[in-house]
């Protein structure tokens, strides 16, 4: 079986905790190593709902600034990768369909799930939210590519749009 290729670097990113000592840092890091091992259960996938949205907050929780990310999956929706495409600023981040397309099509997925934070801790998903979820989802429709969820998250918690109906 194929390990998941989480393309984050494994030292810690000065960027993402700026307000920690580099000591604590390199802690953090640790533990996310440590929890990704937790749920990404036999290293290939995550299995369930819930364990989705734990991986994301672990991933996402906290950040200063907004970025979007995603799963490709493979058509058993085991995990193939897990990469950060876009950061943005405290407000947002801009997306570029094109450039969602071309790495799906790299990862050879058959499924993907969206993932972005909210640095202002509120999950809902915003009307600019919704129409690049259906756009990403149209677009990737015509490659057979399966949208099978969006998650935003913000403070301690992640709102899924397939939960809500959205997808």
Not at 49 to 57: M, S
Not at 119 to 135: F, I, K, N, W, Y
Request: charged share 30%; glycine share 6%.
């Amino acid at each position: 079986m194929k390990k998941p290729q989480l393309s984050l670097p494994l030292e810690p990113d000065h960027m993402r905790r700026a307000d920690l000592p580099e000591s604590d840092q390199e802690l953090v890091a640790s533990a996310i190593r440590c929890l990704e091992q937790k749920y990404l259960v036999k290293q290939d996938s995550l299995t369930s709902p819930e364990a989705t949205r734990n991986f994301l907050k672990l991933r996402l929780y906290g950040l200063h600034y907004e970025v979007f990310a995603c799963l490709y999956l493979d058509n058993r929706h085991r995990v193939i990768r897990y990469e950060e495409l876009f950061r943005g600023t405290i407000d947002g981040a801009s997306v570029h369909p094109r450039e969602v397309l071309r790495k799906v099509v790299e990862t050879g997925a058959a499924a993907v799930i969206f993932a972005h934070n909210h640095p202002s801790g509120v999950p809902e998903p915003s009307q600019a939210d919704l129409r690049l979820t259906q756009r990403l989802r149209e677009g990737l429709s015509l490659f057979d590519v399966r949208v099978i969820d969006h998650m935003i998250v913000g403070d301690g918690e992640a709102v899924s749009m397939a939960e809500r109906g959205v997808l």
